[in-house]
């Protein structure tokens, strides 16, 4: 039963953004906006797991009851059942999302993943400005040059005498230089025409020339991008990852396709987000048993966890 109640307070938390436990507190997830840091340094927008002693959003008893359809009052001695289980030493704990100890509250690392898919890293900016400011300052200076050179050939600095021909005298002797090669490359470059056979466009095509079609044909078929399909309410899922983006999801899919190829992950709309299942049964204790079972069997399935819906 804890192990129930401790997914379903996680989804919660990720659904509704904070569920109320009833004498210890409210779990808040609370969502920071993108920050600058610094000219270069940039701190995406992030989900931050908090705690307060205040009452704040629906009671997780009131979701016991809506998910368990039990009576509230049977749906509060689960919950009073929970709560003695969860409770060691002062220390409350949430198994895969977090502690709550003297109102300070601990985050797990797989909580941590669920709630920020792309992590909280700090990314870097790519100062473009100055790189228009180099430009621009190469361009005056170009210019000043050019400005430069002009005044000092009108003034006849780059005079040289009768050591220089003239544009005109320059132009009519490379234009009669160039007439013969011309003439020359124009002989080279003319075309030997071979015989070629004529093809009879009336005439019914051979089993030869059809099979290439066909063949060409067939990769078409494997470009289908993955299908995002529809979670069913009842059924459970083991759960890889949950994405903002589809891209992500994607690549979820192609690297899980090189590493298991026996597995058939799929994609599922997550309430607007993406997430990547390995399973989908209706009983939850045979999701579960394969969830452990590729636990024990692999390490980069530690952090898989069950998702009903």
């Not at 019914?204 to 069913?232: D, G, Y």
Request: with cysteine.
């Amino acid at each position: 039963m804890k192990h129930e109640i401790d997914h379903l307070i996680a989804n919660a938390l990720l659904d509704e953004g904070s569920v109320y436990l009833p004498n210890v507190g409210t779990l808040m997830l609370v969502r920071h906006a993108a920050k600058t840091l610094s000219s270069r340094r940039l701190q995406p927008p992030y989900r931050e797991l908090r705690f307060t002693g205040e009452q704040r959003g629906v009671s997780l008893v009131e979701y016991i009851a809506q998910k368990a359809g039990v009576t509230a009052e049977r749906a509060g001695d689960i919950y009073n059942e929970y709560v003695a289980q969860s409770t060691r030493d002062g220390v409350f704990t949430v198994n895969d999302v977090c502690t709550i100890s003297n109102k300070r509250v601990q985050t797990f690392q797989q909580f941590e993943d669920m709630a920020n898919p792309n992590g909280r890293g700090v990314v870097k900016i790519n100062p473009r400005t100055n790189y228009v400011i180099y430009a621009v300052a190469a361009i005056c200076a170009l210019f000043a040059v050019g400005v430069a050179g002009y005044v000092l050939y009108s003034n006849g600095v780059f005079n040289f005498g009768d050591k220089v021909a003239t544009a005109e005298e320059a132009f009519a002797k490379a234009t009669s230089e160039e007439v013969a090669p011309t003439e020359q490359v124009a002989e080279q470059a003319e075309p030997k025409v071979e015989a070629v056979e004529v093809i009879d466009a009336t005439a019914e095509p051979t089993e030869a020339a059809s099979e290439p079609v066909a063949e060409a044909a067939e990769p078409v078929a494997h470009a289908v991008a993955p299908a995002i399909l529809p979670m069913q309410r009842g059924k459970s899922y083991a759960v890889w990852g949950v994405y903002n983006e589809l891209k992500n999801a994607e690549d979820a899919i192609g690297w899980l396709g090189e590493k298991f190829p026996s597995l058939e992950p799929k994609i599922y709309d997550y309430d607007g987000r993406y997430m990547v299942a390995l399973y989908e049964l209706s009983p939850r204790s045979a999701v579960g048993n394969r969830v452990s079972q590729l636990k024990s069997q692999n390490k980069s399935f530690k952090n898989v966890w069950v998702y009903t819906r």
